[in-house]
């Protein structure tokens, strides 16, 4: 087999998977201040994925008002045992700690039930009749690492003492900790260096789930800290899985730089998929050569890294079930019907931590167009199209009528200040926004031609300037406090 990493493109960071007996693996992802919460996603092949669904779908599950861009939900595992669906996730703008599970995947998920342990990147260790819950924080002795407890899965009560069972390598942060009970041995996969360019993931084993463990020879068995000149960078935070035909598979994070020789990655962390193969000492090798590759083929039990294939260009649309809402969505505030969205404004502000109206979707491929007809504007209202990172750096086509008409102005926000760019007087309100690897640029019909209003490098939208973890979603929003509503019909 061949195929082209990354294997879900664009905001999908943090990846967990696992299999099911139904012949398919499941795979969730962060997803910060955005509503509903934890992408869902199943594949048979691990190549070929689609969004099912979300975990957290109602307020009672996750309260986000007010968190901050890049707070709420970080890093969940899924793990599956004995015919129910367990993910275990941080709400680190809220009670931490807490898992949610169904019998039924494609149905609705549990209220949550909380694990008084610290720490973030929760995992879950299905093993016997024993579970052990794990994240990196501090134990009971205030030793941080890896710290590792056993738990009632029914009620999430702590039944042991918490121990630091690993410090990683000695990398900074480690992250990201999963434990395995494969043959003899315990293993430990944790992500160390922090997520940006030192990105790594290691491995460590035991006989005993509470240690001592010992580290692999070859740690770290992944990375891109190293591979210069390479598009693909920050690879770790891995999670292992095996296919039917006992192959392993570890999915994990990386990104995509804009270019080759330019560090600014804009699309967020998206999911990378390699083979990985027990060696002679029971120890991981993964892919090729220890780095993470645009492209994978797998021959007889070989792999080799190989180019990728080409990468579609985006044409950007709105489907229901991959949508994303900031924080608190109001679901009144939305009808969606065809290729058309209604969008009834508040006096929520996109540049606010407020619940404004607004529903997008990720910008999956560098070659991106978003082109959308806006009807029903009104006095006092604004409301258009964003490629948005966070509420102090996103790039506008706002649509506005007075009573000389309407108006479409491109407006570049970048670290929380608005500059103002081209205004074009029109007669009809339609808006594009047109993306390369390198640059924006935002387009408005006006005297029955495009006019560029504005355009601007995509490095202001990365994560190395904007800092946090989430990357570009392209959506449309309305502002309007006398709750007037837009129509937006998606081209
Ligand atoms: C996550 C940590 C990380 O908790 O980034 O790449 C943090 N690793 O493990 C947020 O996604």
């Known amino acids: 087999m061949k195929y082209t990493n990354p294997v879900i493109r664009g905001f999908y960071p943090d990846p967990s998977v696992c299999k099911a007996d139904d012949g398919y693996f499941y795979l969730v992802c962060s997803s910060f ?8 996603f199943r594949s048979r092949n691990l190549v070929d994925w689609e969004q099912i669904g979300h975990c957290i779908t109602r307020r009672s599950q996750l309260d986000l008002t007010g968190v901050e861009a890049s707070g709420g939900l970080f890093a969940p595992t899924i793990r599956y045992n004995k015919g129910r669906f367990y993910v275990v996730v941080t709400n680190t703008s809220g009670d931490g700690n807490f898992y949610v599970y169904t019998d039924d995947i494609n149905g609705e998920w549990s209220e949550p039930v909380s694990v008084d342990r610290g720490g973030i990147d929760p995992s879950l260790l299905f093993d016997g009749d024993k579970v052990y819950f794990m994240s990196n924080g501090e134990d009971d002795d205030g030793e941080h690492g890896v710290s590792l407890c056993e738990i009632d899965i029914d009620t999430g009560k702590v039944l042991s003492r918490c121990k630091c069972i690993s410090k990683g390598s000695g990398g900074r942060f480690i992250e990201a900790p999963h434990l395995y009970h494969i043959g003899e041995w315990y293993y430990l996969l944790a992500a160390e260096g922090g997520t940006e360019y030192g990105h790594m993931e290691c491995m460590f084993r035991s006989r005993e789930p509470f240690g001592p463990y010992e580290g692999c020879h070859h740690n770290p068995i992944l990375t891109n800290r190293n591979l210069g000149g390479y598009t693909v960078q920050g690879a770790g935070h891995a999670d292992i899985v095996q296919d039917d035909d006992g192959q392993w598979w570890m999915v994990n994070l990386a990104f995509r730089q804009i270019h080759m020789w330019r560090p600014f990655h804009h699309l967020g962390r998206e999911v990378f998929l390699e083979p990985v193969f027990f060696d002679d000492d029971g120890w991981l090798r993964v892919g090729s050569d220890g780095t993470c590759r645009l492209g994978y083929a797998l021959e007889n039990g070989v792999c080799t890294a190989v180019e990728a294939g080409e990468y579609p260009k ?23 019907d065809g290729n058309t969205v209604e969008l009834k404004g508040t006096a929520n502000k996109l540049n606010s931590r407020d619940n404004v109206t607004f529903v997008g979707m990720r910008q999956r491929e560098f070659e991106c167009t978003a082109e959308v007809e806006t009807e029903g504007v009104a006095e006092g209202m604004r409301c258009g199209i964003t490629a948005y990172m966070n509420e102090g750096n996103h790039y506008d086509l706002v649509a506005e009528r007075s009573r000389d008409g309407c108006t479409v102005t491109g407006i570049i926000n970048v670290g929380g200040v608005p500059i103002v760019m081209d205004t074009v007087r029109v007669d009809e309100i339609r808006l594009k926004i047109d993306a390369d690897a390198l640059y924006y640029r935002l387009w408005a019909y006006c005297g029955g031609q495009w006019v560029c209003l504005a355009g601007m490098e995509s490095k202001y939208l990365s994560s190395e300037v904007c800092e946090g973890f989430t990357g570009v979603i392209i959506g449309l929003f309305c502002e309007d406090g006398n709750g007037g509503t837009a129509k937006f019909t998606v081209r």
């Not at 201040?33 to 869902?40: A, E, S, V």
């Not at 950007?316 to 939305?334: Q, T, V």
């Open 33 to 40: 201040q955005f509503f509903p919460g934890l992408p869902l």
């Open 314 to 336: 985006q044409r950007w649309e709105i489907d229901k079930k991959e949508a994303c809402f900031i924080r608190c969505p109001d679901y009144g505030n939305y009808r969606f």
